[in-house]
C-alpha cells in the first residue's frame, strides 16, 4: 500500500480521472494521501507581450477551483498547480513530496509515442518512485 499518491490531472483528459481515483483509493494505505496535480506549461515569451494576464494571478486558481470539482468535493484530496513542462514537473513534484506512487493516465497513441503517452512516457523514464498507468 502508498501512502502518497500523485495523480495528474490533464483537463482535457479529466473523463479518466475517477478511474484514477477508484484506483487510487484501492492502492491507498490507511491514512494515507491523494494528491491530484495540474502542470500548466509556461506561456513562450513572445506570446506574453501580447497577454495581460499573468498566468498565477488568474489561470492557477481557476484550475486548482476545477481540479477540486473534479476530486468530487472530497476535501481530503490535495489539489496543486504548477508550471513547466509536464514530463518534467509532475516527476518533480513527485520527488520533492514523498509522492511513493504516480498514477498517470494514457491515451491510446501512435507508434511514435512507444505506445505510450508522450507524457506518461516522460514520467515513467524520470520519476523515482512507482508509476501506475491507467489507460483510457
Do not use: W
Request: charged residues 20%; glycine residues 6%.
Amino acid at each position: 500500500m502508498y501512502k502518497n499518491i500523485l495523480i495528474p490531472v490533464a483537463l482535457d483528459h479529466e473523463n479518466i480521472v475517477a478511474r484514477k481515483l477508484d484506483t487510487a483509493r484501492h492502492l491507498l494505505a490507511e491514512g494515507g494521501q491523494i494528491t491530484l496535480l495540474t502542470v500548466l506549461e509556461n506561456v513562450p515569451g513572445f506570446v506574453s507581450e501580447f497577454v495581460d494576464l499573468k498566468i498565477d494571478n488568474h489561470l492557477t486558481q481557476k484550475v486548482t477551483d476545477r481540479l477540486k470539482t473534479v476530486a468530487g468535493g472530497d476535501s481530503t484530496i490535495i489539489c496543486k498547480v504548477v508550471t513547466g513542462k509536464p514530463g518534467v514537473q509532475i516527476a518533480q513534484y513527485a520527488d520533492d513530496n514523498q509522492i511513493d506512487l504516480i498514477l498517470v493516465g494514457s491515451h491510446h497513441p501512435s507508434a511514435t509515442d512507444y505506445f505510450l503517452g508522450s507524457t506518461a512516457s516522460r514520467v515513467v523514464r524520470r520519476a523515482k518512485c512507482s508509476v501506475f498507468v491507467v489507460r483510457d
